[in-house]
């Protein structure tokens, strides 16, 4: 199970309200079947936003999360990879307008 504090679910909740993107899943290749289901997709834009908790982000889970999106950095074409931590949500609305900038 995982645990989010009320800090954490607001600042995902403006995130999810400002952003255009929804969650959704990403391929390496053009066609392909989905490699992963990222927190935030843009598929159009090859946008992939990964929203990362500490507690989960360790060992397996993280080798694995690695290799997934390195797949996706280098495909074709490749994926704009962004990967947030928990106190990234904190930014709020200021996150999603240093996220559209990029």
């Not at 995130?15 to 989905?34: D, F, H, K, N, Y």
């Not at 929203?51 to 490749?78: C, H, M, W």
Request: glycine letters at 6%; a positive charge; charged letters at 25%.
């Amino acid at each position: 199970m995982i645990q989010t504090n009320g800090a954490e679910l607001l600042a995902a909740s403006t995130l999810w309200r400002c952003a255009t993107c929804r969650p959704g899943p990403t391929t390496e290749l053009s066609g392909e079947a989905p490699v992963s289901i990222a927190d935030f997709a843009e598929p159009e834009k090859r946008l992939a936003i990964y929203v990362d908790g500490a507690a989960f982000q360790v060992g397996v889970n993280l080798r694995r999360n690695r290799f997934i999106r390195d797949r996706l950095r280098k495909g074709s074409p490749p994926w704009r990879v962004i990967e947030l931590r928990a106190m990234d949500l904190l930014e709020g609305r200021s996150l999603v307008n240093r996220i559209r900038s990029a």
